[in-house]
C-alpha cells in the first residue's frame, strides 16, 4: 500500500468549477509538498507546508496541513484549462523527519479542465 | 539561470544492452535523486546520494547503477538486469538532506522505451 494515498486517481471539471485534491498518510508528515506536472515533464513546486493547520495560498491554489499532520488538501478556485496536469503530493514520512532527504511521493491526481 | 538538466529527453534500448541516463545541475545543490514514474504509481526512488562519492539505494535499486563522482553530475545506467525498464526517469536535486525545509527542483525527465 502507498505510505501516501491521493484522491481522486483522476477528476475531470467545467471550466470555472472549483475542486479539491487530497492527500492522507497514516504517519506524521514533515515537510509536506505539492507539485504540479504536465505529461512528460518534470515538476513544478508549488507549496510547502511544514506545520499543523498551515494553509498558503498562490493565485487561485490554496493548500492546508490538518493540525495532526496527516492530511493536506490542494483547492483550486475557479478552475481554468492551464491548471489541467498531474498533482503529486511528497513527503518525508519518516519519524522526526529523519529520511535524509528521501521524500515518498503519493501516485498523483490527473485533472482535466473542459472549457 | 541555474537549473538541473537531463539528457537526453527520449532514449530507446534494445534488449540486453545498458543504457545511461544523463543528470547535471548548477545549483550548487549537495542531494541528488532518481526516481523512475510508471502511470498509477507516482515517483518511486532509485538511488540517492547525499555528497560527492556515496550514494544509497533507494525502493528499486535492483537492475540500476550510479556514481557520483562530481558534486553536478549523478548519471543513472539502467542495465540489461532491470527486467522493465520502459518509464519517465525523473533526477531531481535539493540544497542538502533536510528536506523538512527544502524541497527538491526536478529535471525535466528522460522516457526511456525498451524496443
Known amino acids: 500500500s502507498q505510505e501516501l494515498e491521493q484522491s481522486p486517481q483522476s477528476l475531470i471539471v467545467q471550466e470555472g468549477k472549483n475542486l479539491t485534491i487530497n492527500c492522507t498518510s497514516s504517519k506524521t508528515l514533515y515537510g509536506l509538498y505539492w507539485y504540479k506536472q504536465k505529461y512528460g515533464e518534470g515538476l513544478i513546486f508549488l507549496m510547502m507546508l511544514q506545520k499543523g493547520g498551515e494553509e498558503k495560498s498562490h493565485e487561485k491554489i490554496t493548500a492546508k496541513l490538518d493540525e495532526k499532520k496527516q492530511q493536506s488538501s490542494l483547492h483550486i478556485t475557479a478552475s481554468q484549462p492551464s491548471h489541467a496536469g498531474i498533482y503529486l503530493c511528497g513527503a518525508d514520512v519518516n519519524a522526526g523527519g529523519t529520511s535524509y532527504g528521501k521524500l515518498t511521493f503519493g501516485q498523483g491526481t490527473i485533472l482535466t479542465v473542459h472549457p | 539561470d541555474g537549473g538541473i538538466t537531463q539528457s537526453p529527453k527520449y532514449l530507446f534500448r534494445k534488449e540486453g544492452q545498458n543504457v545511461t541516463l544523463s543528470c547535471e545541475q548548477n545549483?550548487?545543490?549537495?542531494?541528488m535523486y532518481w526516481y523512475r514514474q510508471d502511470p498509477g504509481q507516482g515517483l518511486r526512488l532509485i538511488y540517492y546520494?547525499?555528497?560527492?562519492?556515496?550514494?544509497q539505494k533507494g525502493d528499486i535499486a535492483e537492475g540500476y547503477s550510479v556514481s557520483r563522482e562530481k558534486k553536478e553530475s549523478f548519471p543513472l545506467t539502467v542495465t540489461s538486469a532491470q527486467k522493465n525498464p520502459t518509464a519517465f526517469y525523473l533526477c531531481a536535486s535539493s540544497i542538502s538532506g533536510d528536506t523538512a525545509n527544502y524541497g527538491y527542483t526536478f529535471g525535466s525527465g528522460t522516457r526511456l522505451t525498451v524496443v
Open positions: 546520494s547525499q555528497i560527492v562519492n556515496d550514494f
Open positions: 545549483l550548487n545543490h549537495d542531494a
